[in-house]
């Protein structure tokens, strides 16, 4: 549809790529997802390493065209998992929550193009320094875990965009066409979409999640426990449980007990919707259906091109 | 320069509204703002009555062009005010906290334009319901009192742009021609910016304010007190002494105590800067100079132009 540096970058055919979401981005949204020209991304977070080998397999056989894996640089099995994708030939790795210093090098010699994911501008020009190929800048708005800045996409990608000379990719609150062309009107090369995805026919979320997210209105998530690990969440018994907690003066070891390491697992592949970790991003409240990664791509291609349509018809042609 | 139906509405010749900030926006700010083509308004929220009507006949001496008054519907002696506005004649006019049904008529009757403040999408239906002529929809980027949603602009005007058939304007996380740009794509026909204009050098704040909004970096405005009245404020002294008693379980009548009805004018109008409550938005961080008015607009004309230009380098004119 669009070309720019990150289309080429990837060899792919539209900007657009599926954020590598934990309990959700599995074979079968990473490969509708790169078949529809997007980029899809497989989440290695929720992943043992023997099942993220299972996953690029699965991938490989349902698609021809790229795609990649997303990973959490403080994944325990980091260096299993690495060696994983080396060895099963994956091209593409997003990075995200640790220092892209640590592997960078070591994936590029094995001619794979390294993107990471970051949260201000500090950690932009870093992680540039480090040798990756682009950065995901994203947004206060993004689901899961954020930075503790909470600068929104609308001021963050202006000031990455003037950091960095490598292309970047806008994350947090694009769930529309018109979302992204506002991300690339501030000078975004694409875009990361979870929540939109998440919600898909495709994801391996829970269908209690996924029908909770479309449920979701203005207001309904939250990016708590700030001083700990921002993480943005819809409103549940969990989150009124860690809210309480927190505006009481709890100490961060009880935080994170009440947190618990299977939350997540329990909220968004379990259909705990209550007790369980919804991670979502703020555009949760714009999905009012599950669809098919097809259905969302028309969508986003009609929203765009309608957008575009109505600023020409708001300042006039020659603004543009 | 460039002509939307917010130009038309208030006859001025770019969508570029001033906010009406307290203890920053005098008759020295909107004269200057609306002599460059744009609209400046008066920010009442921190005048005494006679000194709102010195203020308009001081701005109606300055220029003949279009101006107004930003009113908070809240203001003890809203009737004088109102009145005031309307024995001085007074064409425009913005509300913002509070109910747009009370007083919309009256100022409708008076031939005066009315435009409502809201940080939603249910306050943006209620306001045209009320017979505005326009929306401000604010996201929480934006300095001062805010909605209690923490929906960021990029989420919140796609919403309100569906929700509404009157015109409605961006606020919060505008600072420069590209996000200027990025709105219009949402939506928008027209901008309200705040902080540029508040550290400009025809602002009525304190120079130490305005210096300290250029040594504001990314991260060093909150949006506290999200459970009461929520304001995003530079952290400082007493954003400290605030946040603390939040997260310590401290009463509601106790915070606000802290909080203290002088406090912003300490802050921004007399220059304690660790004492006072400094409200600005999160994109202080981009500002780096105290500028004239005439600058800034300058500034945001080139950086819109070069946002355009970039755009259609990026994915080819083809698609605009």
Redesign the interface.
């Known amino acids: 549809m669009?070309?720019?540096?990150i289309t080429t970058l990837f060899g792919i055919e539209t900007p657009i790529i599926q954020g590598g979401m934990v309990w959700c981005s599995g074979w079968k949204l990473v490969s509708a997802v790169s078949i529809c020209g997007g980029l899809g991304l497989l989440g290695a977070g929720s992943m043992y390493p023997h099942v993220l080998r299972e996953h690029i397999q699965k991938t490989k056989i349902a698609t021809s065209k790229p795609f990649g894996v997303n990973i959490p640089l403080l994944y325990p099995n980091i260096e299993e998992l690495i060696n994983i994708i080396i060895e099963e030939d994956v091209k593409i790795v997003f990075t995200s929550a640790g220092n892209p210093q640590t592997w960078t090098k070591l994936l590029k010699k094995n001619g794979i193009k390294v993107v990471h994911v970051v949260s201000?501008?500090?950690f932009a020009k870093k992680a540039e320094d480090a040798g990756v190929d682009a950065i995901v800048a994203e947004?206060?708005?993004a689901g899961g875990h954020n930075?503790?800045?909470?600068?929104?996409?609308?001021?963050l990608i202006?000031?990455v965009c003037k950091i960095v000379k490598i292309p970047v990719i806008a994350a947090?609150?694009?769930g529309?066409g018109?979302?992204i062309?506002?991300?690339?009107?501030?000078?975004a090369?694409g875009v990361q979409i979870g929540s939109l995805f998440a919600a898909s026919a495709e994801s391996s979320a829970h269908l209690l999640f996924k029908q909770k997210i479309t449920e979701t209105n203005?207001?309904d998530t939250?990016?708590i426990m700030k001083h700990l690990i921002p993480v943005r969440m819809i409103k549940n018994l969990l989150w009124k449980e860690l809210k309480t907690a927190?505006?009481?003066?709890t100490s961060n070891d009880e935080l994170l007990k009440i947190l618990g390491k299977e939350k997540a697992k329990k909220g968004m592949f379990e259909g705990d919707i209550e007790n369980g970790e919804l991670e979502i991003g703020?555009?949760a409240?714009?999905i009012k259906d599950i669809k098919s990664v097809s259905e969302i791509f028309e969508d986003l291609k009609t929203q765009f091109q309608f957008?575009?349509g109505?600023?020409?018809n708001?300042?006039?042609e020659k603004?543009?």
């Open positions: 669009i070309s720019t540096k201000n501008t500090k947004g206060f708005e930075g503790r800045e909470e600068t929104t996409t609308l001021c202006p000031e947090g609150g694009i529309s018109e979302a062309f506002a991300a690339m009107a501030l000078g090369e203005e207001g939250e990016l927190e505006l009481s003066g703020q555009i409240s714009q957008a575009v109505r600023l020409k708001s300042i006039g603004f543009l």
